[in-house]
């Protein structure tokens, strides 16, 4: 089984980065899309950044275009997230995801995730 673990979420300001960071221990992940998610309270969880095996294709939620970085070290079994100008909705817990079957932006399609890192705006 894999299993991940986040880290790297904080409190932030306005236009604040925080760069977050999956780490993967048992089965390597280097063989699957792996997507960030987050999870407001009350709120589905959404999307919010996806990435290929390979690296070569990535994808991103509306809201965090020009402002996230999703990159993967498949040698490391590590995914980032590299997260700028980060605004007050951004606050959320964020969560590593393997990609199993379906739809690739719909959380219920990965089947490994990590147990989540708070990322908190600070006003």
């Known amino acids: 089984q894999v299993q991940l673990g986040e880290s790297g979420g904080g409190w932030v300001q306005a236009g604040g980065s925080l760069r977050l960071s999956c780490a993967a221990s048992?089965?390597?992940?280097?063989?699957?899309?792996m997507g960030w998610f987050r999870q407001a309270p009350g709120k589905e969880r959404e999307i919010v950044a996806r990435?290929?095996?390979?690296?070569?294709?990535?994808y991103y939620a509306d809201s965090v275009k020009g402002r996230f970085t999703i990159s993967r070290d498949n040698n490391k079994n590590t995914v980032n997230l590299q997260m700028n100008s980060l605004k007050p909705e951004d606050t959320a817990v964020y969560y590593c995801?393997?990609?199993?079957?379906?739809?690739?932006?719909?959380?219920?399609?990965?089947?490994?995730w990590g147990q989540g890192t708070q990322v908190t705006f600070s006003s």
């Open positions: 995801a393997s990609y199993s079957s379906g739809n690739l932006n719909y959380w219920r399609s990965y089947n490994y």
């Open positions: 048992g089965r390597t992940f280097s063989s699957k899309t």
């Open positions: 990435i290929s095996v390979s690296g070569a294709v990535t």
